[in-house]
């Protein structure tokens, strides 16, 4: 980890439960002046700590009802045939978030859409359309128990 203090890491809990505040409101929280955190802000996003600001929307309320995990294998393994999976997959706006994985498969994605209908045409129409894919397993979620978006941060110590 970069070198944060009890501080900065108390900043970066504030700003991750409430990337809205300002400065002034972010410095009465953690008990600094506005100049200071001000500074200390700027210092953990030129460390790329910070990797950007970003709105968090309920995604049912903008009709997005259907979530489902994809695990996805490949037939072929070389570079190129990886290369070119990921490439594909970054362009689908449907995939919220896709990871390599060790295991029984290769991908695990995150898909996230109107409905039923229109996950089925995700997976006829877009990812079938993907080169070198052997399997696909589906999973649907039926209820979000925890989705948290903040990383726990030890600012008890150094």
Known sequence: ????DRIDKRILQVMQSNAKLNTKEIAHRVGLTITPTYERIKKIEKLGIIKQYVT???REKVGKTLMAFCSVSLQLHSQLQIQRFEEAISHLPAVMECYHVAGQFDYLLK????DM????RFITQKLAAIE???HVHSSFVMTEVKHDTAFPLDVQGD
Not at 1 to 4: P, W
Not at 111 to 114: A, K, R
Not at 117 to 120: A, G, M, P, T, V
């Open 1 to 4: 980890m970069a070198s944060l």
């Open 56 to 58: 968090l929307l309920d």
């Open 111 to 114: 898909v996230v859409v109107d």
């Open 117 to 120: 209908n229109q996950y089925q």
């Open 132 to 134: 070198n894919i052997g």
